[in-house]
């Protein structure tokens, strides 16, 4: 049988309410400023080993995944004793255009992962489809010419029209190229000079054991371009692809001489960084050890440029 509540029964409940509040609310607050207190690794990959929930993409198989499993928990135990707080997740190819993990995966850690998409462009409701998925903490789509004619590429109106949306909603546009692309994003980049743009792994220079001095010119006077990013990893992939990666401390200092720290920004390409003998920490170290470089430089390599082009 229940009984009526008195005033002062009432007052007090309402007292312990308003401060159970409070204390919940100085806990988001400062489990947010933590989350904020780290690096930011810009590119990293997640899956599953869940495909009946998450179903691989045309021509992909379970046992094609190397590794069987890369999940944000996984991802988190390498990256937390780094000193990494805050990750951008590259939608997996697995997947090709079914986002869904990625999204999940965003929603279940909030705050501490931004996402990169990929989308058809050759649908007609792309332009819809990008703004929809900025709406849930998309802040970029990959592009991906290599595997194909650059040029031509480029020149479809799905590209075309994804490059426009990009300008207008300040999406970026995350490009995955080899040197060949170069040239068509110095004419994309002059057509679309309002697009932001990101440019992954060098634009993939050493990824043959050396770095080309005339290549590496072409990528630092693309720094013409002032919307232009480029990201510093995937180590374990260029050069001599051996730690510590001190061959590659060149390259960056040319980089940084071009953009500036400001455009600028480490990231691992996990979970390939951890795989046959390489480290999540010599890839970090790198940066934050081994290069010469001051203290406020290394903070806009390993946070704050990524913070202001992916947690903004």
Request: charged share 20%; aromatic share 10%; net charge positive.
């Amino acid at each position: 049988m229940s009984h009526p509540v008195t005033r002062r029964q009432f007052v007090a409940q309402s007292a312990i309410g308003a401060a159970g509040a409070i204390v919940m609310s100085n806990a988001n607050r400062a489990q947010a400023a933590d989350v904020k207190s780290g690096w930011i690794d810009a590119h990293v990959h997640v899956w599953t080993p869940d495909t009946d929930k998450y179903r691989l993409a045309a021509g992909y198989k379970k046992e094609g995944m190397a590794p069987p499993s890369f999940t944000p928990e996984e991802l988190l135990a390498q990256a937390r004793p780094c000193g990494v707080s805050r990750i951008t997740l590259i939608q997996m190819s697995f997947y090709k255009f079914d986002n869904s993990y990625m999204l999940d995966t965003m929603a279940r850690f909030p705050g501490v992962f931004s996402g990169v998409a990929v989308v058809d462009s050759e649908a007609p409701t792309v332009g819809e489809t990008m703004v929809e998925l900025k709406s849930k903490g998309v802040r970029g789509f990959r592009l991906a010419p290599w595997a194909n004619d650059p040029a031509a590429y480029f020149g479809t109106p799905g590209i075309n029209k994804m490059w426009q949306v990009g300008a207008r909603q300040r999406l970026n546009m995350c490009l995955l190229i080899n040197p060949n692309s170069l040239p068509v994003v110095d004419r994309m980049c002059q057509q679309y000079p309002d697009t932001p743009v990101v440019i992954d792994h060098f634009a993939r220079i050493g990824v043959d054991g050396t770095v080309n001095d005339a290549v590496l010119k072409e990528l630092c006077d693309l720094a013409k371009h002032k919307q232009i990013t480029v990201k510093l990893s995937a180590f374990y992939a260029l050069g001599k692809k051996t730690m510590p990666y001190d061959d590659l401390l060149p390259m960056i200092r040319r980089l940084i001489d071009a953009y500036g720290v400001e455009r600028l920004m480490w990231a691992t390409d996990c979970p390939f960084q951890v795989q046959n003998g390489h480290t999540y920490e010599s890839s970090i170290a790198l940066i934050r050890d081994r290069l010469d470089a001051s203290p406020s430089d290394k903070e806009w390599l390993l946070k704050k440029t990524a913070e202001k082009v992916y947690f903004s």
